[in-house]
């Protein structure tokens, strides 16, 4: 079955901000923590705030000291009142532009205007702007209703940040109707997120078979999603997780097109469009599905990102003048696949929400592939052993280091002095220390192969520019998985600094590389294939774009694509030494 993932599908930006101000929380606060209500329309993430024992309450009195973070949806002015008048510290994660439609109101209503909310009348969101007109403001869902409306002189109309815009003009032209010749004020207050969002469903429905919707049953914003899809003329099903899919019925349609609401985490949209892309596929395309399986199986095993590597240090031996290279990419690429087959085992939780296809994998093999991590560790040392001494002391130490990231070396007793017992607990150590590792097995390899002939400058300006490249990789990855480092409690680089400045210090990056790569060239530090590797600057910038179109932002496609720049460079390398060597 072919699937369509909806670039606007998952997290809008008020569920992210709560989401952050949430995790925030439970890693700075000691004592207990609660929500206003459910954070988010979300069975998972209410589950998994349960779990690490996160409470919900509705009222004040229901608590008697912590803290409690308000839901994205917004409260009412009195439940507000009672939480301040309480021993509770408030934490408010409401959406920014639901307290902007709580600002309108608000002025308006103290001007002697009949506010009217078009949006469903028990949705939490509306009962908290209703609450900002002292209990007077009057909601409407249908245009029928439109003619109950009671005679007044001014009317302020608004709409649930969540509803259909569509919906929404009916109802304002009726509410025009009902007050021709009134003062009918009326402001659009459609979040733009919620837009985009059934813009694209009405488009994605013009070039599938059928739409699956992900998300909670009890959110808004979901259930308009399956209306608008049906009402642009395909079956809709609106389901919470994989449990909900129906193999049996979907089955019927050859493409079928993916969305999710608002409050969907991304591990639970990544598991079912895997769920959904293994449908039925074997008797439909029987070749597409082997390869498709072979590619799917080289990425999650990191077999791929070990090609990578590969290539990389390729590339870095052909800049420093290494002749003799051909076991160099050898070694780089097992001593790499066993830093992150024996890092997955241990590091489980992590890829419980950033990769759950890969997550599952190590479940179902996690003896094999650690048994796979000691044979390829192995093999690199034996490999090693051909070229120095000192190449295999640095696979020992790289190793040692990669395995001790995971692993717990500050003891308990110090955690009053520190809150740091791991590598990976520092903020934003996973990016330098991919790069690290990478740059160092690429560029430290072939230097200790030929060091008599390899100046120490030109080692350097190799290892910085491909500690530049990996860091560009283990970045990009990093804001793909955001969301998952978020629960865990990872402070990566994008967590830190946020997504858009991320992106924007790559775009930088990006161009320092283009700009060592000809100054060394240039220079005369590393050898003329410099020139031809300025490909690879100009692919990382065309990632970036298509990553930023969101073309490529998730799944076995993104991983593909963004790891292939490694392995084009190592072609790229290889071929200027086969046309550059004497015949």
Not at 71 to 79: L, S
Not at 272 to 284: G, P, T
Request: net charge positive; glycine share 8%.
């Amino acid at each position: 079955m072919r699937v369509i993932i909806a670039h606007t599908a998952g997290f809008c930006m008020g569920v992210r901000r709560a989401m952050n101000k949430a995790f925030i929380t439970m890693r700075r606060e000691e004592g207990p923590i609660y929500t206003h209500g459910p954070l988010i329309h979300n069975p998972q993430v209410v589950k998994l705030l349960n779990e690490r024992g996160v409470r919900e309450i509705h009222d004040a009195s229901e608590a008697s000291d912590g803290t409690v973070i308000l839901r994205a949806h917004g409260i009412t002015p009195w439940e507000r009142k009672n939480l301040k008048q309480s021993n509770l510290s408030i934490v408010d994660a409401t959406c920014p532009k639901v307290g902007r439609v709580h600002a309108a109101v608000r002025k308006h209503h103290a001007q002697g205007y009949l506010v009217v909310v078009v949006g469903d009348q028990d949705h939490p969101e509306v009962v908290g702007i209703v609450g900002h007109t002292d209990g007077t403001g009057l909601v409407v869902n249908t245009p029928a209703e439109a003619a109950g409306l009671p005679d007044v002189d001014r009317v302020l109309v608004v709409a649930q940040t969540t509803f259909e815009e569509g919906r929404f003009s009916e109802i304002l032209d009726a509410i025009r109707a009902r007050y021709r010749g009134l003062e009918v004020k009326a402001i659009n207050t459609i979040c733009q997120s919620t837009m985009r969002r059934q813009e694209e469903v009405r488009h994605l429905a013009q070039r599938v078979d059928a739409m699956v919707v992900v998300g909670g049953k009890n959110s808004g914003n979901t259930r308009r999603l399956v209306e608008v899809a049906v009402e642009s003329g395909v079956p809709a099903f609106h389901i919470e997780d994989v449990s909900d899919l129906d193999a049996d019925v979907l089955c019927a349609y050859g493409t079928v097109g993916l969305t999710a609401g608002a409050s969907t985490p991304n591990w639970v949209i990544m598991e079912v469009a895997d769920h959904l892309s293994h449908i039925d596929r074997k008797e439909r395309r029987p070749i597409w599905s082997r390869a498709a399986s072979m590619m799917r199986f080289l990425v999650l095993t990191s077999i791929f990102a070990s090609i990578s590597a590969g290539g990389l240090a390729t590339a870095a031996a052909v800049l420093m003048g290494v002749n003799s290279f051909f076991v160099i990419p050898l070694i780089s690429g097992l001593l790499i696949f066993t830093m992150y087959v024996l890092n997955r085992t241990q590091d489980r939780e992590a890829l419980k929400f950033n990769d759950p296809l890969r997550e599952a994998l190590y479940t179902r093999y996690k003896t094999a592939l650690s048994l796979s991590g000691v044979v390829t560790f192995a093999v690199s040392l034996l490999l090693a052993f051909m070229i120095s001494g000192a190449v295999v002391v640095l696979l020992v130490a790289a190793t040692l280091m990669g395995i001790a990231y995971s692993v717990k070396v500050v003891p308990e007793s110090f955690e009053r002095f520190t809150r740091y017992r791991r590598l990976k607990d520092i903020p934003a150590s996973k990016t330098f220390f991919v790069a690290g590792a990478w740059a160092a097995i690429a560029g430290a390899v072939p230097y200790f192969s030929a060091i008599d002939r390899i100046t120490f400058m030109s080692f350097l300006a190799v290892f910085f520019i491909a500690f530049l490249l990996v860091f560009i990789r283990a970045a990009l990855y990093d804001i793909r998985d955001i969301q998952g480092d978020a629960v865990v409690g990872r402070e990566t680089i994008p967590i830190v600094i946020g997504k858009g400045w991320t992106q924007r210090l790559l775009v930088v990056l990006t161009a320092l590389v283009m700009c060592v790569l000809i100054v060394s060239t240039a220079t005369g530090l590393v050898t003329s294939v410099g020139w031809w590797l300025l490909i690879i600057p100009f692919y990382t910038f065309c990632v970036l774009y298509l990553y930023h179109r969101r073309v490529i932002f998730q799944g076995i496609v993104f991983e593909l694509v963004v790891d292939f720049g490694f392995i084009l460079a190592g072609m790229t390398s290889l071929v200027w030494f086969l046309y550059t060597r004497p015949h």
